[in-house]
C-alpha cells in the first residue's frame, strides 16, 4: 500500500496537485493528519519530494513543492509535527543542498519551526544536515542558533558525525562556531580517536584541523586507549607519525596495560613497530598478563617481527614461556633465534613445563591465557574481513578443546565474530592459520633435536611429574619421540598417577614404540594408581598386537589390579586382564591370555563381590568368550560372592574410565551363577553351552531365585523353554514363595504362561503372602503389549481361583479396582472380567475394605468410576458396608467429593446418616470438606442436620472452626437458624458441644471473622459459655483478636463476665503476653475504651475490671510527669486521646438524657441502661419503634450507637416473646398460682431474654384453649 491510498490530502501533495489539495482542505480535511505507517503529515511528504537541481522537470517539480509548502504553512499545518521517528519536517528539510531546500528551511525556520527539535534517536536537524554533508543548510541554521555541541542518543557530537563523514569544510565550520573539540561519546572516543581509524589525505586534514584547534592528543577513552591506539590498531601508518610529530605518549598503556607497541606487535606492521621504536617505546613493558611485546609475535609466529624485536635486545631470560609458545607451534626459525639470544632452554613455567614438553603439546589454541580486551570485539570486522582467523578462549576452565576446534573451523573473520558474539564467548580475535602446517610434526622433531642438542634436559618433569616423552606419545608425535629417544631419557619415570611410557604406547597401541621402550629397559609390570599395568591398558582397548609384545618380554600374565591408597574412579580389586579382555569382548586376547597360562577361574571383587572371567563375560552377552572359556576349563557353576562390607564409590578429578566399564551391575544377593546371569540377558546360545557344560539347572540365589524365575521375569521365551526341557523345576519356589507362573502372570507374557503350564505348572500356587497368579497379574508393572484384562481372563480360564486371598484380605477385585487409576488400565474390563468369573463382590480386607470401598475413594470425578460403582452394585454390591472404624461407601465418596458416585450411593439406598465409630455422619464429611453441592444434596435428601458426634460436634461446629462460610450461610439461612428451640426443622444456633462449646466459641478461636459476625447476626447468644464459663469474648481477648471483640461488644458481650478461675477478658488480655510482648495490644484498648463508655453512662463494672482500668488509667497520668523518651505499650493512648474520648462519651450521654423520644417520658438514655422488659412496654408503641428503626442512630450519638440498637434489638425479642406466648404466661402466672398481674410481671422482668425462651421450652406441652375457661388440655 503507498502512503496516500488511505488519504486523499497526502496523495495530491505527493502529486503535486495543488488545486486537489485546495479542494480537499476546503472540504475541511485535517491538514496535519498522519499516514498509517510512517506518521508523517502532508507538510513532511511536501519537503521529501523536493529533487536536487538536475534539470528542467526536477526544478517545475521543486517550484511545485515549494509552494505547497508555502501554502500548507498558510493555513496553519503544524511545524513542529513528528513522524512515527520523532522527526520534524526542519529534518526532512536537510536532505539535499539546493536552493529550493535553502527556501524551505527559511520558511520553516520563520514559521517557528525548532531549531534544537530532537529525533527519537537525538539527532537534530543540524545533526542530519552534517551527515548529509549539507554545507549550505549547516551554516544556514548555526545563523539561526542552532546548538553547535548537541549530541544523540549515543552520545555523538556533532563534531564527531562530520568527522566520521570526512566533510574537511564541515568540520573547519563547527569548530568556527565554537563545536568542543573533545567531546566525548558513550564509549569515551574523541573527534580525534575517530578522525585517526582512517587512512586518507583528508582525514590527515582533519586531524591537523583538531589539534590545531586545541585537541587533547593524548586524551582516553573508556579503555584508556588513546588516539594512537587506534591509528596503530587500524594499521595507520602515515596517522601515526603525524601523532607522534605532535607529542603523542609512545608509551601510552590501556586499561589492561596494553602498551602501543604491544599493539603495533599484534597487528604485525612493521613499519609501525620500527617507527614505535625509533621514538623510544619501551621493548620491556608489560601487560596486565605480565607478557611483553615480543610474546605477541612469538604467538603470531611472526618470523620478521620477532627477529626485528630482538635486535632491540628485550629482556627474554625471565620470560620461559617465549621459548614454549615457540616450540609448540613448530617456529623453528623463532626457536633458534630465541636461543641465539641466550633464551634459557630448561627455564620452566609455573606448571614446571619446559620448551622440550610444549615440543610434544598439540598446537592447541587454549594452552595460554590472552587479554580480553587486548583487541575489541568491534574492531575485528574492521580489518581484513577474509583473513583465515582463529578465536581462542580466555578461560580454560568454561569451554572444552572440541569447542574452540569448532570455532576455528569457520573460515573467514566475519563468521568467527559472528559465532562468538552469538554464544557470549569471552574471547579476542586473533590472526593465524586455521589448520596446523603439515609439516609440524617433521618441525616439532627438528625443534626437539635442536633443543636437546643446547643442552635441554630430556628427563625434565612439570608439577605432575610429567616428561615431555609422555606427552609426546599421548600426543603420538613420532618425530619427537624419535629424537627424544635418541637422547636415552629415563623410560621409566612415572607422573604423579604413576603413569609410565609404557602405559601410554599401551594405550594408543603403537606396538613399536612399545619394543624400544622395553628395548631401553621399561618396567614391563609397572603399575599405575589402582594397580594397572601395561597389560592390563592393552587389554582393555584390544590392542593384541602389544598384548603379545608385552608377554613376549615377560608380562606378569595374571597381574592384578588393586587398592593402592588414592583408589581410581571406581574402587576394583584383583582385577586381571583376562576379566578386563572378558568384559570388553576382546575375543582374541582372551584366547591368547589363556594359552599364556592366564588362570581361567581366577576371581576378581568388584562392589564387593567375587567372580570369574566366565561371569563376566556371561553378563556381557559374549558367547564366544563364554566357549572359549569352558574349553580351558572355566568351571560352570562359580558363584559370585559377596561380601558384606559397604561398598565405597571414589572419585578423582579428570580420571578417565580406561580399563572398566560398568558390567558390575548385579543385584546385591549372593550366589549368583553364571546361568542367572545368561537368563537375565536371554541369550540362548550361552544358556546352551553353560547347561552342556555341566550348569546345575535348578541352583538358587540365597533368596531362592532360580535362572527360570529370572528367564520368565525378563520374558526370555526360548530361555524359558530350554530351561524347562533341561529339566528346570518348574514350580521352584524363592524364598517368598513366588514361582515362575506368579513373575510370568505379573509380566503379563502368554507365551510363557502357556510354555510354564504346559510343563505342569502349578497355576493356583500361592506365595508366602497368599497372593496368586491373578494377584500378580493385577499389579502388571511393566510396560508391554500385554493388558492385564487380557491375562486375567486367560488364566482364569484356565482354572485360577478368581476368590483367592491374600492374608491381609485383598483380592483381585479388589487390586483390579486400585490399579485401574494408572493410566495403562483404559476400561473397566478388567472388574468386569472378574465379576463374570465369580469375584464375590462384599469380600472385605482385615480393616473391613470391601470393592465399593476403593471404587468410591478411588480416581477422579469423570464417568469411569461411577460406572465401576455401579457395576459393583448391579451384582449386589452393599451401599452400606462399613469398614472397621465404621466407614461407609457414602462417607468416602462425600471425602472425595465425588459429588455423581454419592448421587449414585444414595439412588442405590445408601443410609443418608449413616455414623463411624466416633458417630460421624456424611454431613459431618461434607461439611469438614466444604463441599457445597454435597451438603445441599444431603440436606435435600433429609439428612439429619443437628446430628452429633461422640463428642457433640455438630455440621455447623465443624464449619465455624473449618472457615467454610457457604456452609454456615446454608445451615443458617437455607435451614433456618433457631435459638429458641421452637422450630424442630432447622438448626439450634447455641447448640453445645459436650465441654460448652458453640458454633459461635469456635468461630473466635480460629478468628473466622465473617462467621462470628453472620452467627451474631442469626442470634447466636453472645455471652454463652462454656462449662469453665468461658465466653466468645475471654477467647477473643486471650486471641487478641481486636476484630472480633469489636463485633462481640456491639452485640452486647458482658464484659464484667468471669471464667471459673474468676478472670475477665480484660484480666487475660492485660495478662496474655508472648516473648514480653502483648499479643493483643490493640485489643486491651479496645477494652479499656468499653470501660469507659460504661462509667461514662453509670452502667455497671466489675471491681475486677475497675482494677485494670485504674492500672491503666493511673500509667496515662504518669506520662504527663515522665520524660518523652520513655516508651509505654502501644496499647497505651496518649493522656489527651484517652480525656478526649472520655469527655466525648460524657457529652452524648447528656445530650441523650435531654432528649425526649415521640411526645413520651422515654430518653435515649432510657434505651440505654432499663432492662429489657421494662423496654418491651414501650415497644408497644408502634411510632416509637417507626422513629426508632428509620433513625441513624450511628450518626447521632456515635459512641452508645451499638449499645443503643443492642437493647432496642434485645427489648423487640422481649415483645415478641410476650406476644407469641401471652396465653400460657396468663395461666401460668395468674389462673395456676393466683398471683397478682404486677406481682408476675415483676418475676418476668428478671428473666433474661434466654431465661424466658428456656421458660416457654419447658412449659411448651401446657397449652390453654381459652383464658377464660379452666379446663386445660395436656399434651405430652
Known amino acids: 500500500m503507498k502512503p496516500g491510498d488511505n488519504n486523499p490530502l497526502i496523495f495530491a501533495v505527493i502529486n503535486g496537485d495543488i488545486e486537489g489539495l485546495k479542494m480537499i482542505i476546503n472540504q475541511g480535511a485535517e491538514i496535519d493528519s498522519k499516514d498509517d505507517f510512517f506518521g508523517k503529515t502532508p507538510l513532511h511528504y511536501a519537503i521529501e519530494n523536493v529533487d536536487k537541481p538536475i534539470d528542467d522537470r526536477a526544478e517545475a517539480k521543486n517550484a511545485i513543492m515549494t509552494e505547497i509548502v508555502r501554502m500548507l504553512l498558510d493555513i496553519g499545518a503544524r511545524v513542529d509535527a513528528k513522524t512515527r521517528f520523532g522527526k520534524t519536517p526542519l529534518h526532512c528539510a536537510t536532505a539535499n543542498e539546493s536552493n529550493t531546500m535553502t527556501k524551505i528551511v527559511n520558511m520553516l525556520l520563520d514559521n517557528g519551526a525548532g531549531i534544537d527539535a530532537i529525533s527519537r534517536n537525538g539527532e537534530t536537524p543540524l545533526n542530519c544536515a552534517i551527515k548529509n554533508k549539507n554545507l549550505i543548510i549547516t551554516e544556514l541554521l548555526l545563523r539561526h542558533g542552532a546548538n553547535v555541541n548537541a549530541k544523540d542518543n549515543g552520545d555523538l557530537s556533532l563534531l564527531h558525525v562530520a568527522v566520521s563523514t570526512g566533510s574537511l569544510q564541515i568540520v573547519k565550520t563547527l569548530l568556527d562556531n565554537g563545536a568542543r573539540v573533545d567531546a566525548k561519546n558513550r564509549n569515551g572516543e574523541t573527534p580525534l580517536h575517530c578522525a585517526t581509524e582512517n587512512e586518507s589525505n583528508t582525514m590527515t586534514k582533519i586531524v591537523n584541523m583538531l589539534l590545531d584547534n586545541g585537541a587533547e592528543i593524548d586524551v582516553i577513552d573508556r579503555h584508556d586507549a588513546i588516539p594512537l591506539h587506534y591509528a596503530i590498531e587500524n594499521k595507520n601508518i602515515t596517522m601515526t607519525e603525524l601523532l607522534l610529530r605532535h607529542g603523542a605518549n609512545v608509551n601510552a598503556r590501556d586499561n589492561n596495560d596494553l602498551s602501543l607497541l604491544h599493539v603495533a606487535v599484534w597487528t604485525g606492521c612493521l613499519q609501525i613497530v620500527d617507527h614505535l621504536l625509533n621514538c623510544g617505546a619501551d621493548i620491556n613493558a608489560q601487560d596486565k598478563t605480565g607478557r611483553k611485546p615480543i610474546f605477541y609475535s612469538i604467538w603470531n609466529g611472526d618470523l620478521k617481527m620477532t627477529q626485528l624485536l630482538l635486535t632491540r635486545k628485550p629482556d627474554i631470560k625471565d620470560n620461559p614461556h617465549l621459548l614454549n609458545i615457540a616450540c609448540q607451534k613448530g617456529c623453528m ?291 564366544e568368550i563364554v566357549k572359549i572359556l569352558l574349553e580351558f576349563g572355566a568351571k560352570v557353576d562359580f558363584k559370585i560372592e559377596f561380601d558384606n562390607e559397604p561398598f565405597h564409590m571414589e572419585r578423582e578429578k579428570n580420571v578417565k574410565l580406561l580399563l572398566y566399564k560398568e558390567f558390575w551391575n548385579f543385584a546385591k544377593v549372593s550366589d549368583i551363577t553364571s546361568l542367572h546371569l545368561a537368563a537375565e540377558i536371554g541369550s ?322 480460629f478468628r473466622r471473622t465473617l462467621i462470628v459476625k453472620m452467627l451474631l447476626e442469626y442470634g447466636a447468644k453472645v455471652d454463652s459459655k462454656t462449662k469453665n464459663n468461658i465466653t466468645p469474648l475471654h477467647i477473643g481477648a486471650e486471641q487478641g483478636f481486636s476484630d472480633i471483640i469489636r463485633f462481640l461488644l456491639e452485640f452486647g458481650a458482658d464484659i464484667n463476665s468471669v471464667d471459673d478461675v474468676g478472670r475477665t477478658a480484660l484480666h487475660i488480655a492485660c495478662n496474655y503476653t508472648k516473648g514480653g510482648e502483648y499479643v493483643g495490644k490493640e485489643a486491651i484498648r479496645g477494652l479499656v475504651f468499653h470501660i469507659v463508655k460504661l462509667k461514662a453512662a453509670n452502667l455497671f463494672v466489675s471491681d475486677q475490671n475497675l482494677l485494670y482500668y485504674n492500672q491503666c488509667f493511673r500509667l496515662l497520668q504518669t506520662t504527663l510527669l515522665l520524660p518523652t523518651t520513655i516508651r509505654f505499650p502501644s496499647w497505651c493512648v496518649s493522656w489527651q486521646e484517652f480525656r478526649d474520648f472520655q469527655e466525648d462519651c460524657e457529652h452524648e450521654i447528656a445530650s441523650m438524657k435531654r432528649e425526649k423520644m415521640f411526645h413520651t417520658k422515654l430518653t435515649f438514655y432510657d434505651i440505654l441502661v432499663r432492662s429489657q422488659s421494662s423496654l418491651a412496654i414501650h415497644m408497644r408503641n408502634e411510632n416509637l419503634v417507626q422513629v426508632l428503626e428509620s433513625m441513624d442512630i450511628a450518626e447521632k450519638y456515635p459512641m452508645y450507637a451499638s449499645m443503643i440498637k443492642n437493647n432496642f434489638r434485645e427489648a423487640m425479642e422481649r415483645k415478641e416473646l410476650l406476644e407469641q406466648e401471652s396465653e400460657i404466661l396468663y395461666f401460668l402466672f395468674n389462673e395456676a398460682t393466683g398471683l397478682p398481674q404486677e406481682c408476675s410481671e415483676k418475676i418476668l422482668s428478671y428473666l433474661s431474654n434466654e431465661d424466658f425462651r428456656m421458660l416457654i421450652v419447658a412449659v411448651q406441652p401446657l397449652r390453654i384453649r381459652n383464658p377464660n375457661r379452666s379446663s386445660v388440655e395436656c399434651i405430652n
Not at 565474530?417 to 554464544?423: A, C, Q, S, Y
Not at 477422579?860 to 455401579?870: F, K, T
Not at 454431613?923 to 461422640?950: C, I, P, T, W, Y
Request: aromatic share 4%.
Open 333 to 623: 626459525e623463532i626457536v633458534q633465534a630465541l636461543l641465539e639470544h641466550d633464551a634459557d632452554i630448561n627455564a620452566s613455567d609455573s606448571n614446571g613445563l619446559t620448551a622440550l614438553h610444549f615440543t610434544a603439546l598439540s598446537d592447541s589454541f587454549n594452552d595460554f591465557e590472552l587479554p580480553e580486551n587486548s583487541l575489541r570485539v568491534d574492531n575485528c570486522l574492521k580489518r581484513d574481513p577474509n583473513r583465515p582467523t582463529t578465536v581462542p578462549c580466555i578461560t580454560l576452565s568454561h569451554y572444552p578443546n572440541e569447542y574452540v576446534f569448532h570455532l576455528t573451523s569457520y573460515k573467514t573473520l566475519r563468521d568467527i565474530v559472528k559465532v562468538f558474539l552469538e554464544h557470549k564467548i569471552s574471547a579476542i580475535h586473533m590472526p593465524s592459520i586455521c589448520n596446523p602446517d603439515p609439516n609440524l610434526q617433521f618441525l616439532k622433531g627438528e625443534i626437539a633435536k635442536l633443543l636437546l642438542r643446547n643442552g635441554g634436559n630430556v628427563d625434565a618433569q612439570d608439577v605432575n611429574g610429567v616428561t615431555a616423552l609422555h606427552n609426546a606419545i599421548k600426543n603420538e608425535y613420532a618425530k619427537v619421540v624419535e629424537a627424544l629417544l635418541e637422547h636415552n631419557p629415563n623410560v621409566n619415570l612415572e607422573t604423579k598417577r604413576n603413569i609410565a611410557p609404557l602405559h601410554l604406547s599401551a594405550k594408543k597401541g603403537i606396538r613399536e614404540l612399545s619394543a624400544i621402550l622395553l628395548d631401553k629397559g621399561a618396567d614391563i609390570n609397572a603399575k599405575q594408581k589402582g594397580g594397572i599395568t601395561a597389560l592390563h591398558i592393552a587389554s582393555a582397548n584390544g590392542h593384541i598386537e602389544v598384548v603379545k609384545l608385552l608377554l613376549e618380554f615377560g608380562a606378569e600374565v595374571d597381574s592384578e589390579t588393586g587398592r593402592d591408597g588414592k583408589s581410581c574412579a571406581i574402587v576394583l580389586n584383583k582385577n586381571t586382564a583376562l576379566h578386563i579382555a572378558s568384559a570388553y569382548g576382546h575375543i582374541e586376547i582372551v584366547k591368547l591370555l589363556l594359552e599364556c597360562g592366564a588362570e581361567v577361574d581366577s576371581k576378581t571383587r568388584s562392589l564387593t563381590a567375587r567372580k570369574t572371567a566366565l561371569n563376566i563375560a556371561t553378563k556381557n552377552g559374549y558367547p
Open 684 to 1005: 540362548k546360545e550361552i544358556c546352551k553351552l553353560l547347561l552342556s557344560n555341566g550348569a546345575n539347572v535348578n541352583a538358587k540365589k540365597k533368596d531362592g531365585t532360580t535362572a527360570l524365575h529370572i528367564a520368565t521375569r525378563y520374558a526370555n521365551v526360548d530361555v524359558v523353554k530350554l530351561l524347562l526341557e533341561c529339566g528346570a523345576e518348574v514350580d521352584s519356589q524363592t524364598i517368598n514363595g513366588i514361582t515362575p507362573i506368579h513373575l510370568a502372570a505379573q509380566r503379563g507374557d502368554e507365551k510363557v504362561i502357556e510354555i510354564l503350564l504346559k510343563f505342569g505348572a502349578n497355576i493356583n500356587s500361592i506365595d508366602k503372602y497368599g497372593r496368586g497368579v491373578l494377584h500378580f497379574a493385577c499389579i502388571n508393572i511393566y510396560d508391554n503389549d500385554i493388558c492385564p484384562e487380557s491375562m486375567c481372563e486367560i488364566l482364569l480360564k484356565k482354572g485360577a481361583n478368581v476368590n483367592c486371598k491374600e492374608m491381609n484380605g485383598t483380592t483381585p477385585l479388589h487390586l483390579a479396582i486400585q490399579e485401574y487409576r494408572y493410566e495403562y488400565v483404559t476400561s473397566p474390563c478388567l472388574c468386569y472380567i472378574l465379576l463374570e468369573f465369580g469375584a464375590e463382590v462384599n469380600s472385605q480386607t482385615e480393616s473391613g475394605v470391601a470393592p465399593l470401598h476403593l471404587a468410591v475413594s478411588l480416581g477422579s470425578e469423570d464417568d469411569r468410576y461411577p460406572y465401576i460403582c455401579g457395576m459393583l452394585l448391579d451384582k449386589g454390591a452393599d451401599v452400606n458396608a462399613k469398614q472397621k472404624d465404621g466407614t461407609t461407601p457414602l462417607h468416602i465418596a462425600i471425602q472425595c467429593n465425588h459429588g455423581t458416585v454419592a448421587k449414585l450411593l444414595l439412588e442405590s439406598g445408601a443410609n443418608i446418616d449413616s455414623k463411624t465409630e466416633n458417630d460421624i455422619t456424611p454431613l459431618h464429611v461434607s461439611s469438614q470438606r466444604g463441599a457445597k453441592h454435597s451438603f445441599e444434596m444431603l440436606l435435600d435428601k433429609g439428612a439429619f442436620l443437628n446430628a452429633k458426634q461422640k463428642d457433640g460436634t455438630t455440621a455447623l461446629h465443624i464449619a465455624a472452626e473449618m472457615g467454610h462460610l457457604e456452609i454456615i450461610h446454608i445451615i443458617l439461612w437455607k435451614k433456618g437458624a433457631w435459638n429458641n428451640l421452637t422450630r424442630r426443622d432447622g438448626v439450634n444456633i447455641n447448640v453445645e458441644k459436650n465441654d460448652g462449646t458453640t458454633a459461635l466459641h469456635i468461630a473466635t478461636k
